[in-house]
T-cell receptor
Framework: DVKVTQSSRYLVKRTGEKVFLECVQD?????MFWYRQDPGLGLRLIYF???????EKGDIPEGYSVSREKKERFSLILESASTNQTSMYLC???????????FGSGTRLTVV | DAKTTQPNSMESNEEEPVHLPCNHS???????IHWYRQLPSQGPEYVIH???SNVNNRMASLAIAEDRKSSTLILHRATLRDAAVYYC????????????FGTGTKLQVIP
């Protein structure tokens, strides 16, 4: 089975800090995704990537950027963290085709 | 993107079958129907997917309406470990993989 690992389970950062959330998958999957999850809002897509150095904006990209220098790693960057970015962040990966996503366990980020 | 509609919450008694509905009236011919579940404090977990025919696996069954405008996830015997939020999504594998999950159905299993 594909394993998706997110580097931190819990993270506390200060307003204005630059924050890096790391995600690594252990299979050769082309597609990787970053979602955030907030109560009552479900999972909302921030960015996704379908190949190395490729990226596409999701539904809520404002305040975020991403980096994919290697196929197995997809990083989410908060350029200047704000309190409204306090959330659960979920990374996922899947191969092309009708196959399911594999999600990581999530990173709960608190910005104070 | 085609959208799905699910009830916000459902209840089931333990060891009873559970039918979780999903409406997707704007589904296109290349959309696959996927179901995921999310246990507390975990990421979503893939459950099952299908295109036109009903599907079974060790976790659940997926029944797809003939017009494909709705589907039902069936848990044959609910256990307390099935208490979770269940998401129904559509994935168009003919193009980009952009998918947004809704708020899903929160299933409560009553002992």
């Amino acid at each position: 089975d594909v394993k998706v690992t997110q580097s931190s389970r819990y993270l506390v950062k200060r307003t204005g800090e630059k924050v890096f959330l790391e995600c690594v998958q252990d299979m050769d999957h082309e597609n990787m995704f970053w979602y955030r999850q907030d109560p009552g809002l479900g999972l909302r897509l921030i960015y996704f990537s379908y190949d190395v150095k490729m990226k596409e904006k999701g539904d809520i990209p404002e305040g975020y950027s991403v980096s994919r220098e290697k196929k197995e790693r997809f990083s989410l960057i908060l350029e200047s963290a704000s309190t409204n970015q306090t959330s659960m962040y979920l990374c996922a990966a899947n191969p092309p085709g009708p196959y399911g996503y594999t999600f990581g366990s999530g990173t709960r980020l608190t910005v104070v | 993107d085609a959208k799905t509609t699910q009830p916000n919450s459902m209840e089931s008694n333990e060891e009873e079958p559970v039918h979780l509905p999903c409406n997707h009236s704007t589904i296109s011919g290349t959309d696959y129907i996927h179901w995921y579940r999310q246990l507390p404090s975990q990421g979503p977990e893939y459950v099952i997917h299908g295109l036109t025919s009903n599907v079974n696996n060790r976790m659940a069954s997926l029944a797809i309406a003939e017009d494909r405008k709705s589907s039902t996830l069936i848990l044959h015997r609910a256990t307390l470990r099935d208490a979770a939020v269940y998401y129904c999504i559509l994935r168009d594998v003919g193009g980009y993989q952009k998918v947004t999950f809704g708020t899903g159905t929160k299933l409560q299993v009553i002992p």
